[in-house]
């Protein structure tokens, strides 16, 4: 069942989003060759504690950081380590806060110093392929209508885009109904409405699209060890349109 939000509600979701997205602005400053994960781990948890907010990563499923650092052919989840960021990786960062009873949560990828041209237009789609999902996140289209335009600009750019994992809702708990696809039919998967807020979030392979568990239990790698690159926003759907709750403004 998708829960739907009142408008205060919403308020205090994009007060959270706008703490969270103010966190990602400081970790990007931090992403340099010679950082450990542990090190951006450590960092997001004390700016969110410092916000008075809670990690919502830390525990969740008995997940142990409250930060995943997901570097190059890692999709999700990656556990942070003693693993040093070096010249030309690319790293994800995924990142949720509890703020006042609600979560929000967004993910953005980063180059380390100087990248590939290849790297970086894989980083450039993938930020792309985000925008135009939210542009289709309003009353009238369908859940179908996001996964369809992600999935449609992702190959038009010869890209592979996961599909085993998706975006979610979100609220009172960090995942709830429904999944958000990346890949889909338009008009097809439940009808936008006012109040619904999710998250839409692309992952996208140089290659193959499919993925593989990783050793930890927790991340999961494409298949063919190819470069992945993830975006993410925490956005509502309003009676105009859509807004994104994880920017600062």
Known sequence: MIKIKTEEEIKIMAEGGKILAGIMKELEKSVKPGITTNE????????????????????????????????NEEVVHAIPSQRVLKEGDIISLDLGILWKGFHAD???????????????????????????????????????????????????????????????????????????????????????????????????SMGDYKIKKSKDGYGFSSADDSLV????HTVAVTKDGCQVLTLLR
């Open 40 to 71: 951006l781990n450590r960092l997001a948890e004390s700016l969110i504690l410092k916000s008075q907010g809670k990690c919502s990563f830390l525990g969740y499923e008995k997940f142990p950081a409250c930060l995943c650092t997901s570097i």
């Open 229 to 232: 690159a993830h975006f993410e």
């Open 106 to 204: 967004m993910a953005a990828t980063f180059p380390v110093g100087e990248v590939s041209p290849e790297a970086r237009r894989l980083i450039w789609v993938t930020k792309k392929a985000l925008k135009r999902g939210i542009k289709k996140a309003r009353p009238g289209n369908t859940f179908g209508d996001i996964g369809n335009t992600i999935q449609r600009y992702v190959e038009d750019q010869g890209y592979g885009v996961v599909r085993e994992l998706c975006g979610h809702g979100i609220g009172r708990k960090l995942h709830e109904d429904p999944q958000v696809l990346n890949f889909g039919k338009r008009r097809t998967g439940p009808d936008l409405t006012p109040g619904m807020v999710f998250c839409i979030e692309p992952m996208v």
